[in-house]
């Protein structure tokens, strides 16, 4: 039954917004191609994939490199050097954690909706102080389509118990903001990748910070979002 939350429920998006995870999942899929005869995969290879789930990634990157192993194997060899990786350390955003915080205090109903692993990210929340602040955890894996459908969001909204206009989802990338329109959530963009704060996904977001994280503001956005309401 969806019932009236006390305040906007909050969906974060989890690598690129809550955490700088990008380096280590770049790393993983480096070392996944190397070890299947694929050498050379960039940065700015890794770059066009942010916001789409690992599954649709390895699809992508198996079908353009001819790889022979299935997708499942592919997902669990990427997982297990990832996991490698985000369990020696992953960096919060200083002002994603404030965020974190003061809406938790507050009371606001929060979740974490990512195309990550769910494995991958128990992992990347277990290392750091947002863990027990967000319990509520939805992983592309565990829904039948990744953003830029709205799956996870709306699945995040029915285990919160809210309708998808009570929510604010807090996304990095277009694909996410995309998926946050389709759901009928309002949506906080904080672009990862600098150029995709023109992408017409982020800038028709309610909120964006077009500068990333070096102009996310805990304040701006928690009074944006607090201020919403008395329209809920």
């Not at 290392?127 to 995040?156: I, N, Q, Y």
């Not at 949506?187 to 996904?201: E, F, N, Q, S």
């Amino acid at each position: 039954m969806i019932s009236a939350p006390a305040g906007p429920a909050v969906v974060f998006d989890l690598d690129g917004t809550l955490v700088d995870s990008e380096p280590h999942y770049y790393e993983a899929g480096r070392r996944l191609l190397t070890a299947h005869g694929v050498p050379g995969f960039t940065w700015e290879d890794h770059l066009r994939f942010i916001g789409i789930s690992t599954r649709e990634t390895l699809e992508t990157l198996r079908r353009e490199h001819g790889l022979t192993a299935p997708v499942e194997t592919l997902l669990a060899e990427k997982n297990h050097f990832y996991l490698e990786l985000a369990r020696s350390g992953t960096e919060v955003f200083p002002q994603m954690r404030k965020l974190v915080e003061r809406l938790h205090a507050a009371g606001h109903p929060l979740a974490v909706a990512s195309g990550s692993s769910r494995a991958a990210i128990d992992a990347v929340l277990g290392a750091t102080s947002l863990d027990e602040l967000l319990p509520l955890r939805v992983s592309a894996e565990e829904v039948p389509h990744g953003k830029p459908e709205p799956d996870v969001f709306l699945e995040a909204a029915r285990r919160l118990g809210v309708s998808p206009a009570d929510c604010v989802v807090i996304e990095d990338a277009p694909p996410g903001a995309e998926a946050a329109r389709r759901a009928g959530m309002r949506c906080v963009a904080v672009p990862y990748v600098p150029a995709h704060a023109t992408d017409p996904a982020c800038t028709g977001a309610d909120l964006l910070f077009p500068g990333g994280q070096r102009e996310f503001d805990a304040q701006k956005a928690h009074d944006w979002i607090t201020g919403l309401r008395a329209g809920l």
